[in-house]
């Protein structure tokens, strides 16, 4: 089983570099916020639930996340293992976490950081805003979840980095070029492992 986490802040490509990872190493890609976007479209209860906080820019309500994720995770149990994208995002979550999966004997594998400057990221969000349609993609609210992800987020990379789980890989490069660096620390977890077995 391979559980990884990709960590960043908002802009820094997380959802891209997911669904390639995915792709590649058929897990099961769970992205909170997409998950909840989804909703929102449909207008669903949880969606209108939901809705209050992310367009303020705010993180949902860690009962809410962990119920949902925990109803998806539970339907993918027989994946060769998961990708979390925009989750944990508290220290809660991830404490959440770490004990559902030990329980089952599953624990995280890999925390993949990807490091994006300030500036760019504000690039990236306002000109995603653009195409994407999203109503939490404009000025004022990027710049609150910069700070909700810098007050409540990135202190996980201190939890993850106690755990000596923490792969550091710089989001400034272009999409293929992050790939290759994130497979290639993948790659090099599972030879440690002896899942892929080194040609001599
Ligand atoms: P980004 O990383 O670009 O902000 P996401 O799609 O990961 O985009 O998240 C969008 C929004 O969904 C967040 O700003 C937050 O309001 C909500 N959200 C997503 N995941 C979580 C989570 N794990 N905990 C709390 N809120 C979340």
Partial sequence: MLNLVIFGPPGSGKGTQSAKIADKYNLCHLSTGELFRKEMEKGTLLGREVEKYIDKGLLVPDE???RELYRRASDHLDSPGFIFDGFPRTLVQAETLDRLLDKKGI???????????EQELFKRILGRGEDSGRSDDSVEIAKLRLNVYKEQTR????YYSGQGKIVSINGMEPVDRVFEKICLAIDTYLVSRKVIPVVE
């Avoid at 624990?107 to 400057?117: F, G, K, N, R, Y």
């Fill in 64 to 66: 809410i996340v962990l």
């Fill in 107 to 117: 624990p995280i594998s890999l925390d993949i950081s990807v490091v994006v400057e």
């Fill in 155 to 158: 202190p996980l990379l201190d």
